[in-house]
């Protein structure tokens, strides 16, 4: 079975995708990845999740372990957000996107079981992790 976080941004916004391509391999040295989780940038604005609920971003947990999970992110709206908060910001918003997911993606690893619960924080906190590493190299 293959292992590992990879990004594959051949359709999400490039600014978007580099960064995320960045993070990721932060991501790699510092968390355990045993089963592959692909992440998927995709052009929209908004997801649809499959409970029909609209959203920035989905991971999709199946039952069994030996199928591989995979994480959406939608990158559409990235020009806007760029304009109004800046660039840094913007790309901030897409990296926590991606740390709730893999909280998501861990809890499906230890338990099989996805919740809400303390991922907010977990994903911030992940995000300030690196953040401090990048301005602190």
Same mark, same amino acid.
């Given at each position: 079975m293959r292992s590992g976080i990879r990004i594959i941004g051949h359709r999400g916004h490039t600014e978007v995708k580099d960064a995320l391509i960045r993070f990721a391999k932060w991501l790699r040295k510092n968390y355990e990845f045993p089963i592959r989780v692909p992440v998927y940038l995709k052009p929209e604005r908004e997801l649809i999740s499959m409970h029909g609920v609209y959203c920035s971003a989905t991971f999709f947990a199946p039952w069994d372990h030996t199928?591989?999970? &995979?994480? #959406?992110i939608a990158t559409g709206d990235y020009e806007?957000?760029?304009?109004?908060?800046? #660039?840094?910001?913007?790309?901030?918003? &897409?990296l926590g996107s991606l740390a709730h997911e893999v909280v998501h993606y861990q809890q499906w690893i230890k338990d099989n079981i996805v919740h809400d619960r303390g991922v907010a924080a977990k994903a911030s906190n992940i995000v300030k992790r690196y953040s401090y590493t990048v301005d602190h190299p």
């Amino acid at each position: 079975m293959r292992s590992g976080i990879r990004i594959i941004g051949h359709r999400g916004h490039t600014e978007v995708k580099d960064a995320l391509i960045r993070f990721a391999k932060w991501l790699r040295k510092n968390y355990e990845f045993p089963i592959r989780v692909p992440v998927y940038l995709k052009p929209e604005r908004e997801l649809i999740s499959m409970h029909g609920v609209y959203c920035s971003a989905t991971f999709f947990a199946p039952w069994d372990h030996t199928v591989e999970p &995979y994480i #959406r992110i939608a990158t559409g709206d990235y020009e806007d957000e760029k304009k109004e908060f800046g #660039r840094d910001n913007a790309l901030s918003g &897409y990296l926590g996107s991606l740390a709730h997911e893999v909280v998501h993606y861990q809890q499906w690893i230890k338990d099989n079981i996805v919740h809400d619960r303390g991922v907010a924080a977990k994903a911030s906190n992940i995000v300030k992790r690196y953040s401090y590493t990048v301005d602190h190299p």
